[in-house]
């Protein structure tokens, strides 16, 4: 997962080099995923027991954080004046940096050093969840282990915190998430009539018969190095399913995917959706005032459409995630969402706990938040805040809540980026004039050579 590349990385470069300005490279590398190095997963029996640290209440705790999460730190240490904070500003995992990783194996190598709180990318919990080495325990803590209560677990947006999960336990604090909506210019759909769609096949529809009487106008890209986790994602495609913790699942001939690569082939052939990416050169100064319709993460009103493709306010709004035809359930993606780590030789677990819980769920830390909170009541007061909600034509509050519920955990946090196959076999081949549907075997072959190379075991049912 995810990435982070939004506001989540191979898979989120073109989206951090646009965006970073406004957009922490750490979120948009949840945007991205950022690979990581460890190739030797450890079973669930050779996991150590957690064991504190002996604790020192009223000791200084070490916080590592990104440039964009520095001012979070720094308001609450100047709302908690009697804590003790040493802040460190660091890139937070972003674009695929193993720098933490790094250092971590040092310390544990060392028996010291470590820091007492991180800012990390889902992928960091793949490896900060089990043992650097035999016989050291992990890195993160398990919050669940009377660190934070359960009431405020429960109260994160439904499946928000799946890639902190690991073995039984939760390793992380989601800060926040980047669920895909569908996006849409109001104006124009107004003005030409068209009635925005609810499910995949009106969509399908529409963008063909925008194709036909406005021919150079858009309703999708997938020439983005995180498109996929728009589309596929949101059609539950089971391309990274890990069935278990060592076992992932990837199988695109599932007519889950099959059926998702159909209709933008279709889509494709009628140059309704683009294999040229959003956030590729020139493309926002030649085409961006000609998307209708995007379908992409929670962050694409701010970051997409008000920065770089400069649309006037009032023009852009949000609808809830597409569903198929015949089907109740909604599901979709996820471009992006960093977490927070305490880590588990802190001696002073409760500052660490108490600063990843304030960062994460207050309303004074979330409400001016640059991207959507992974806690929902922070969620509903990050809402109402005009800076967030202001520029569009609509209320996305609706959108945005009905799908940070909708995302499908079927679509795992694995030790490698999700979108490396997707950037060296798929868009070469789109480049190439190859159809997805063609293309998938080939992109099902290296996503599973990339989940051999770091250990996993792969099966396709």
């Known amino acids: ?28 590398a949840m945007l991205a995923g950022c690979a990581s190095a460890d190739t030797s997963p450890q079973s669930s029996a050779s996991q150590p027991a957690f064991k504190s640290a002996k604790q020192k209440s009223g ?30 500003t660091y890139d937070g995992g972003a674009d695929g940096s193993t720098y933490l990783q790094s250092k971590v194996q040092l310390f544990d190598r060392t028996g010291s050093g470590w820091p007492d709180v991180v800012f990390g990318s889902p992928t960091d919990v793949t490896w900060a969840s089990r043992p650097t080495k035999s016989g050291v325990q992990p890195f993160a803590a398990p919050l669940d282990e009377k660190l934070v209560p359960q009431s405020t677990l429960d ?49 399908e529809a529409l963008g063909k018969k925008v194709a036909k009487e406005h021919p150079g106008y858009l309703v999708g890209s997938v020439g983005d190095t995180n498109s996929h986790e728009s589309y596929f994602w949101s059609g539950q495609c089971p391309a990274f399913d890990l069935v278990k913790p060592d076992t992932l699942r990837t199988d695109l001939q599932d007519p889950h995917c099959t059926r998702t ?11 309704a959706v683009t294999t040229k990416g959003f956030f590729s050169q020139g493309f926002a100064k030649d085409s961006g005032s000609k998307v209708l319709m995007a379908y992409g993460p929670s962050w694409y009103g701010q970051y997409l459409f008000k920065a770089a493709f400069k649309t006037p306010a009032k023009q852009i709004a949000a609808a809830p995630p597409l569903k198929w035809e015949g089907e109740s359930t909604v599901a979709t993606g996820n471009v992006g969402g960093a977490v927070w780590m305490v880590s588990s030789h802190s001696a002073n677990l409760k500052a660490s706990t108490d600063l990843v819980t304030w960062l ?20 509903q007061a990050w809402l109402k805040n005009p800076a967030n909600s202001g520029y569009f034509a609509n209320d996305v509050s609706d959108a945005f809540q009905q799908a940070a519920d909708a995302v499908w955990t079927h679509w795992s946090n694995t030790r490698f980026s999700d979108s490396t ?40 049912k």
């Open 1 to 28: 997962m995810r990435s982070s590349g939004s506001p989540r990385a191979a898979r989120r470069r073109t989206v951090v080099r646009t965006a970073a300005a406004a957009l922490s490279l750490a979120t948009a």
């Open 59 to 88: 000791s200084e705790i070490t916080v590592w954080t990104d440039s964009t999460r520095l001012p979070s730190v720094q308001a609450y240490q100047k709302s908690h004046p009697d804590e003790k904070l040493k802040i460190v």
């Open 155 to 203: 109260g994160f947006a439904k499946g928000s915190l799946t890639p902190c999960q690991f073995n039984g336990h939760t390793y992380c604090l989601r800060n926040d998430i980047a669920q895909v909506v569908l996006w849409y210019n109001k104006s124009l759909m107004d003005k030409w009539g068209y009635q925005v769609p609810t499910t995949w096949q009106e969509y």
């Open 261 to 271: 690569a159909k209709l933008l082939d279709g889509l494709i052939d009628a140059k």
């Open 360 to 379: 994460t769920t207050s309303d004074a830390n979330q409400a001016s938040a640059p991207t959507y909170p992974a806690y929902t009541k922070a969620a």
């Open 421 to 460: 196959a997707w950037s060296s076999i798929v868009l070469p081949a789109l480049t190439a004039g190859k159809s997805l549907t063609d293309t998938l075997p080939a992109w099902q072959q290296e996503i599973g050579n990339e989940a051999k190379a770091q250990g996993y075991k792969v099966v396709t």
